[in-house]
């Protein structure tokens, strides 16, 4: 099915590796110039690029930017007005995770997790869409978890972080909600990244048992039992981007395999 994204300018965050990967590729493979950003090595990175664009006959473009300070999120969305002419889907997916009981979680942590993983999402909307508005078109989706949804404990500042970032999508949806800007959240269950990798290899080293059998305790409360891929939430964000998708909005969507069902 065609979703009429071709010649759109997206901007997706932290997709270097993971998720953000993941949606990258779909929105190119659908026709759309992609701005990722994200760390890693130079030369992959470079590769990453060379390889999306080579495939899909689309341009792609990679921003250094760290999200932690405001005034490179700024740039960041300045950037790729300036490369594509426009920011017409907004994907706010970088995000860090820090696991502590509360009395022991490192201030600095706190402020770096809340940074990346909420305020970021606000610096970029607020000054793409300006441009959106002016465009009279736009979609914004965030990647929130099913922890935006249901608490885990050691989690505080991701928990705090994905409910707010939920809090932010619904009231920019409604701010938005005539002007044909759709601002949605989506919220994964367990999909096997840098992210949730270090959580299985805790697992296996605390039981004693591989890495396959560390994954199977994780996904035992993820009612299909295995892990989501990259591709699949590249699928559903693409679709969120559609004009088929044009009533959705303000919405926390699982792709969880059913962990919110319980
Ligand atoms: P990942 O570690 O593979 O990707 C994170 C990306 O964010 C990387 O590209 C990284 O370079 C980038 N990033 C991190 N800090 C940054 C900073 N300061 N500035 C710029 N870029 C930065 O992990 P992932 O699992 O693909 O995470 C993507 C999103 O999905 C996150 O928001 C995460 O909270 C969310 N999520 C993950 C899972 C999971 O099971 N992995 C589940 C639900 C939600």
Known sequence: ???GLKGKAALVTGATSGMG?????VLAEEGCNVMITGFGEAKEIERLKTEIAGKHGVKVLHDPVDLAHEDQVVQMVRNTEK??????ILVNN???QHVALVEEFPVERWDALLAVNLTAAFHAIRTAMPGMKKRGWGRIINNASASGLAASPKKT?????????IGLTKSVALEVAENQITCNAICPGWVLTGMSRPQVEVIAQREGVSFEQASKILLSSQPNKRFITPEEIGRFVAYLCSEAASPITGAALSIDGGIMAG
């Open 157 to 165: 500042a991701y928990t705090a972080a994905k409910f707010g970032l």
């Open 21 to 25: 990967l993941g949606i990258a590729k």
């Open 94 to 96: 970088a995000g860090i």
């Open 1 to 3: 099915m065609d979703l």
């Open 83 to 88: 490369a594509f002419g426009a920011v017409d």
